[in-house]
């Protein structure tokens, strides 16, 4: 099993900064990525259908032979706990306890402000993840639902960019006592931190892309299940618009994506 792959899923391409943290950290590691593309956003649907479309795109990851499933999609993620129970015992890991650890990590007297979708947001996924560790905590949130649209246009500097992160970040900001850590609980907005990083220059970003691949690297040693060295595959897999797919993926990933190498495939 150590030679396998981990598989990466996300509904769309946001999860590609997962997939750039992982591919940094390991480079020996052999990465399979799955975009739900034909049903994206999982944010509007129902707690029930996100639940069976995570486990739907974890056994099709699984079908192709990895070791371990990485579930790069904050609102996937709240479904943790059911795709662990479907494919008991291969590890699975999400995005947003690593996040909500190293937010405690970064800022652990607080004040933590967490930016998301409106769906992360308004099922609180962060919050509870992170009072379950810090009872006391004060935490903020903010929906930022414009971000995505940006992000994915390429639209990450610059006035169109700045004056987006002015609206959703300046509350946040003006608040007493001003946050000590902002949270990026999306995936899509790592590429944007170094516009937020302009606007709140004092307060540490944490970057659930990165704390995310944290996790997976103590995982793999844990488990033993970590590739020793040698060369590595890319497979990429989505389920509609595979050309779109690699020309948008390409600012989530930081690299060209070859649209030769995205798989059309169904989970029907």
Do not use: W
Not at 56 to 79: D, F, H, P, W, Y
């Amino acid at each position: 099993m150590n030679n396998a792959p981990i598989g990466v899923f996300d509904s769309g391409m946001g999860g590609l900064t997962v997939l750039r943290a992982l591919a940094e950290r390991l480079p020996s590691e052999s990465l399979v990525y799955l975009g739900d593309t034909a049903r994206l956003p999982y944010g509007t649907k129902s707690s029930d259908t996100v639940r069976r479309y995570a486990i739907q795109a974890s056994r099709a990851l699984v079908a192709r032979g990895v070791k371990m499933i990485v579930i790069a999609c904050n609102t996937a993620s709240v479904s943790l706990a059911a795709v662990q129970d479907a494919l008991a015992p291969l590890p699975v890991v999400g995005v947003i306890e690593p996040g909500a650890a190293a937010a405690i990590s970064a800022a652990p007297a607080g004040p933590i402000a967490v930016i998301a979708t409106e769906g992360t947001v308004r099922n609180g996924a962060y919050v509870s993840a992170i009072l379950a560790r810090a009872p006391d905590m004060t935490i903020m949130q903010q929906a930022c639902p414009l971000f995505v649209p940006i992000a994915e246009e390429g639209l990450i500097d610059g006035p169109i960019a700045e004056g987006i992160a002015h609206r959703y970040l300046d509350p946040l900001l003006s608040a007493i006592p001003k946050p000590k850590c902002l949270l990026l609980g999306c995936t899509h907005y790592p590429v944007l931190k170094r516009t937020i990083a302009r606007i709140a220059p004092e307060v540490t970003l944490v970057d659930s892309a990165m704390t995310t691949a944290d996790a997976v690297v103590s995982l793999l040693r844990e488990s033993g299940l970590a590739k020793a060295d040698g060369d590595r595959t890319l497979r990429f897999l989505v389920t509609d618009a595979p050309d779109r797919f690699a020309r948008i993926g390409e600012n989530f990933f930081g690299q060209p994506i070859d649209p030769g190498a995205v798989e059309l495939i169904d989970l029907q």
